[in-house]
């Protein structure tokens, strides 16, 4: 399928790194936040979410981490596979209760 | 089981013409939603439904973008007269509660207006 993300920023790591994705978000109002992983052709999918509540959450490899105070997001994966190369975004819900606001992602690609 | 599914996945018409995508929810989900995501960008939001009725269609960029959902399940989302701005990749999400950010995803119906 077409490629979802030709202009994004990329980041390149070695397999079995650790990467580290960033996020800055845009809306003081946002209290709930979530990583999506999308790869070519395919809708996103859900990776790990976190309330404002909270300035860290683990995963199984991942976690996310939120700074409030510089409206900061970033997702880590451990250990790196192949399979986790896709395109990265991160979501906010704003003043909603329901409508997700998506930043502009990050393309990961992992080198074997 | 199923997931969200969209159709079709590829479609391309001419400018001018009127075009239909389909969304199939998760079964028994009460809320879906459509986003657009144009290449190289995250998904935008378009329209909510809440059972039948559309909750919030504030997204929907003019009036020639419209969609229903006549019982509650499939919805389809109609675009007339298209542009070649309207080029992009239609993304339906569904939800188990309405109102809810746990949203599951559809492979998205990538539109080519020529």
């Known amino acids: 399928g077409e490629s979802v993300g030709l202009h994004l920023p990329t980041l390149s ?6 990467s580290i994705i ?3 978000y845009s809306n003081s109002a946002s209290d709930y936040f979530i990583w999506y992983k999308q790869e070519s052709g395919k809708g996103p999918q ?16 991942v976690t996310v981490l939120l700074n409030k105070t510089v409206k900061h997001l970033s997702l880590q994966i ?4 192949p399979g986790d190369s896709a ?8 003043d909603s209760s329901y409508k ?11 080198r074997p | 089981g199923a997931g969200v599914s969209q159709t079709p996945s590829n479609k391309v018409t001419e400018k001018g013409k009127y075009v239909e995508l389909r969304c199939d929810p998760i079964s028994g989900h009460t809320a879906l939603y459509w986003y657009r995501q144009s290449l190289g960008q995250g998904p935008e939001f378009l329209i909510y439904f809440q059972g ?9 960029p003019n009036d020639r973008f419209f969609a229903v959902r006549p019982e509650g399940s499939v919805s389809t989302l109609k675009i007339q007269r298209t542009e070649r701005g309207d080029s992009a990749v ?25």
Do not use: H, W
Request: proline fraction near 1%; charged fraction near 20%.
């Open chain 1, 87 to 94: 395109v990265y975004f991160c979501a906010e819900n704003g």
């Open chain 2, 52 to 60: 039948t009725g559309a909750a919030d269609d504030s997204g929907l």
């Open chain 1, 13 to 18: 790591v070695q397999e079995g790194d650790n």
């Open chain 2, 90 to 114: 239609y993304l339906c999400a569904s939800s188990l509660e309405a109102g809810s950010y746990e949203q599951y995803f559809g492979p998205g119906t990538r539109l080519t207006v020529t």
């Open chain 1, 100 to 110: 997700l606001i998506f930043g502009s992602g990050t393309r990961l690609l992992v």
């Open chain 1, 78 to 81: 451990a250990a790196t596979q």
């Open chain 1, 22 to 24: 960033n996020c800055a």
């Open chain 1, 46 to 61: 859900f990776i790990i979410d976190i309330r404002s509540n909270m300035d860290k959450r683990q995963g199984q490899r």
